[in-house]
């Protein structure tokens, strides 16, 4: 059986006809199928391949690495140099109250950390969402998605959920003592490139933290 063939028996898809491109090597922007064509790859893991392909220095960090361990524990229990190291860079760059960093391995997960964490700390439930937002592929965070076409497939999700739209006051007058988080994407990337009007992420911070 060719790879082809494999792929198409064993590995699952998630869309009706897959781009199926068999790729040998990545460099830089560009990559080469299994015949040698040379294409440039401007999909780059939905950006997260945003420095190129085998970057010589995270090649020799990945290699270092491996060298002194590869998984020990994630739950903040071990000292780890390289995850104490990221930790603190990123928060030099946040403001001051944004200090602890819970690593995640994906969007979606991060959505759930950020849902579960609101919950916990508030003792409240209900969660405001936009409606067009696009926040990942589990269960809490297709519950705060906002288009039928994703959600459609997966009901019952979370209760207690609003939907309203992006950029408009009546999201901001639905934040009340009862609402544990609103999530938004500071820019809506899925339904096109939807910038909130000026001013109004900052009127949503200021509802927030009189709520
Ligand atoms: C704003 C936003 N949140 C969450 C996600 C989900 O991320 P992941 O696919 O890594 O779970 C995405 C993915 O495109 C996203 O654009």
Not at 96 to 123: C, D, H, P, Q, W
Not at 148 to 167: C, I, K, Q, S, T
Request: one cysteine or more; hydrophobic letters at 40%; proline letters at 4%.
């Amino acid at each position: 059986m060719t790879n082809r063939q494999l792929f198409l028996s064993h590995v699952a898809q998630t869309s009706p006809e897959p781009v199926a491109l068999e790729i040998v090597k990545a460099k830089g922007i560009k990559m080469w199928d299994v015949t040698g064509k040379e294409y440039i790859d401007l999909i780059a893991g939905f950006s997260v391949a945003n420095i190129g392909h085998g970057n010589e220095a995270v090649i020799k960090a990945v290699q270092q690495q491996a060298e002194q361990y590869m998984h020990l524990i994630v739950y903040g229990e071990f000292i780890e140099t390289p995850q104490v190291a990221y930790a603190a860079m990123l928060t030099r760059h946040l403001p001051a109250t944004l200090n602890s960093v819970y690593f995640t391995n994906s969007g979606a997960e991060a959505t759930e950390g950020a849902m579960k964490l609101a919950k916990r700390v508030t003792g409240r439930s209900k969660i405001i969402a936009c409606n067009k937002a696009y926040h990942g592929s589990t269960q809490g965070a297709l519950s705060v998605m906002g288009d039928e076409y994703w959600r459609n497939a997966f009901r019952p999700l979370l209760p207690d959920v609003y939907h309203l739209d992006f950029g408009s006051d009546e999201l901001i007058k639905s934040i009340d003592d009862d609402t544990a988080c609103v999530l938004v994407e500071t820019v809506q990337a899925e339904s096109g490139v939807n910038k909130p009007p000026k001013g109004w992420l900052a009127a949503l911070r200021e509802a927030c933290n009189e709520h």
